[in-house]
């Protein structure tokens, strides 16, 4: 089967980063500044401006100032960046970034299993035995509390929820477990078909995104609602590997990876990027092989992912927000506009004053560009934008935004 994708669908709205050589990539994640930490060997990161996919500085971690044994390598990094979790063989550690200094050993993690951190990077989890999934304190590895699986299995996947209240772990039979993080409660158990291999939770942490062989499936961590099916398959050679929700929850990236039937010594893969709140299949971005992970940068305008055809390669394209990434007529630059609105109302009612400012600020771009600097809709935004610098005491600011949404809405009344 020959498989064949529009180049003016692609570069509707992902325009490819340039490399002159593409990096290789253990792992990578996106930093809370933007940056892409990009591991480019087991124990040597480069910290990336994705925009023009330049190496900005490289760090090499240390066993307090010794090289790492060969054997050991990075793989997790808190969110701060001030821990990392290494293994060698059966032991996995605990470090600091800085120096390596050695923080504790997790003698209990299961090797060849992931290791999470939670989101405010104080504790990190990591299976145990199979059944079970220990909470540790990120400070000394010390563990702080154990979840309890409904079956046994090796798990394969695990996430945070945004906001930390929440764990899910995926295991190779199939079945995906939730978890109160706070108390320790099982939230729910949803039984897939196929291995898991990847989670990602809705920002909100109201839904949580499994992928397994065959399919995508939408989860409510609260309810025993059923799970809604995104792309089911009837080739099991072709794996979701990986998934990841823009910081609004509008697109749901899914990276794809296996072989044809009829060729099933070729390895193939491409990104689907899906509406996931409509479920609908926005576009199709390829790539060379199997996609084994991929992420969204926090203001939405970069996708990176890593291409796993020769050896693991990094991946990075430019998100334009200005055109709709399909012709979908649901699909416009305003659906985003709505999302980062709401997502910015959210933070705000949570005093999350810094990150709220920022994402309104994104909706207030857009919806200026696209309806216009003195639509009424612009005016409503700039109020609330106004509002929420008068809660950060920053009257100036807030004056400047309340005297425009003024003189937009006596213009509008003015041409009635």
Not at 129 to 154: N, P, S, Y
Not at 237 to 254: I, K, M, P, W
Not at 387 to 396: E, S, T
Request: charged fraction near 25%.
């Amino acid at each position: 089967m020959i498989l064949i994708w529009s180049p003016a669908v692609v570069a509707e709205s992902y325009e490819p980063v340039e490399f002159k050589e593409p990096p290789p990539a253990e792992w990578a994640k996106f930093l809370p500044s933007g940056h892409l930490l990009v591991s480019t060997a087991p124990a040597t990161f480069d910290i990336m401006d994705p925009e023009s996919g330049q190496v900005l500085s490289r760090w090499t971690i240390t066993d307090e100032g010794r090289p790492l044994g060969a054997e050991e390598r990075v793989i997790a990094v808190s969110p701060d960046g001030r821990q990392v979790v290494t293994r060698s063989g059966q032991e996995t550690k605990l470090r600091t970034w800085s120096r390596g200094k050695l923080l504790g050993t997790l003698d209990r993690a299961d090797p060849d299993a992931p290791v999470v951190f939670s989101p405010d990077g104080r504790f990190l989890a990591a299976p145990s035995g199979g059944d079970r999934v220990l909470l540790m304190g990120a400070a000394t590895g010390e563990t702080i509390r154990t979840f309890q699986a409904d079956r046994k299995g090796v798990i394969t996947a695990m996430e945070f929820s945004a906001d930390g209240a929440r764990l899910a772990a995926g295991i190779v039979t199939g079945s995906v477990t939730i978890w109160d993080a706070v108390t320790g409660a099982r939230l729910r158990t949803v039984h897939h078909r196929g291995w898991v291999r990847d989670l990602a939770f809705f920002p909100t942490g109201r839904k949580l995104a499994a992928g397994s062989g065959l399919s995508i499936r939408l989860i409510d961590p609260d309810t025993s609602a059923p799970a809604r099916t995104l792309g089911k398959r009837e080739n099991d050679r072709l794996n979701v590997r990986s998934l990841a929700f823009d910081a609004t929850g509008v697109r749901l990236a899914s990276g794809i990876g296996g072989t044809a039937l009829s060729r099933p010594t070729v390895s193939r893969g491409w990104i689907e990027m899906w509406d996931a709140r409509r479920g609908i299949l926005l576009q199709t971005i390829p790539c060379a092989g199997p996609v084994d992970w991929v992420e969204f940068s926090p203001d939405g305008r970069h996708l990176a992912a890593i291409d796993l055809l020769e050896r693991r390669t990094l991946k990075l394209w430019r998100i334009n927000l200005d055109q709709p990434p399909s012709s979908h007529p649901d699909s416009t630059p305003l659906m985003y506009a709505e999302f980062y609105e709401s997502e910015a109302l959210r933070l705000l009612a949570q005093r999350r004053y810094t990150e709220s400012e920022h994402t309104f600020l994104l909706a207030l771009d857009i919806k200026q560009r696209v309806l216009g600097p003195d639509h009424p809709a612009v005016a409503s935004l700039m109020e609330t934008v106004s509002n929420l610098y008068v809660k950060m005491n920053r009257l100036i600011e807030a004056e400047v935004y309340m005297e425009q949404a003024v003189k937009i809405r006596a213009q509008t009344a003015a041409a009635r």
